[in-house]
DNA sequence: TAATTGCGCAACCAATATGTTGCATATATT
DNA sequence: AATATATGCAACATATTGGTTGCGCAATTA
């Protein structure tokens, strides 16, 4: 299975979620509550979300916690990067990024 | 089929033509040379970049160059926006953005 | 201790994505 | 005019996705 942070985000379920939970750690559950699907659906969603460490869980009683991790995050902010440089017009800070692109 | 520009940047072949043509257009052909997918897979992947505008095209004879469009991908940084705010500990202005949620 | 609740996991299913092959069309070359 | 080249498009095969149902386990409650 593709288990990458791009991937993560493709699907709109999964960007709802971490929107969701951004604000405070919440239960399988009560995440689906928010949704059409169903806590299973959710969970999967999750299970994805956490197996690219954009979520991580913690247990409480029988409930589990899941939390944002925002650090993996940044590594769409990083790959964007090269790209608003573009629409900033600082071109030349991309060609230093795509520099080993320019060997024609 | 499910065309936003987060799903777009979910594969990596669709990634890696983004960072390929933003130093230059590029016929598909020329495209397709830097990978192991055959012309018609790369061509179906810029139809789906075409699609969601984040690549124009300009035909030059019997050529036609794809030019990367770099405007939609700011789409993707403003979602990304809401959390930047918590990495860079500006949680005052997360609580803005996310003012909605925090009715409980 | 028995029933309930919250959860993950596996099996299965339908829809979608990605890739291939073959063909049609338009332009360029001979 | 005939051939070669650049490309898009449709049909098809296979893999992946997102969802459902059913089950088992652990923790809470009665």
Redesign the interface.
Known sequence: MRR?V??A??D?TR?AI???I???AMTPNAIAEHFDSSRQAVSKHLRILSECELVKQEQQGREIYYQ?Q??K??Q??K??D???K??EGRFNE?DNV?SK??K?
């Open positions: 990458d791009f991937q985000i493709a709109p960007r971490l929107v969701l951004a604000s405070k944002l925002v650090d995050m940044k769409i902010d790959w964007l090269q790209f608003r573009i629409w991309l795509l692109l320019k024609e």
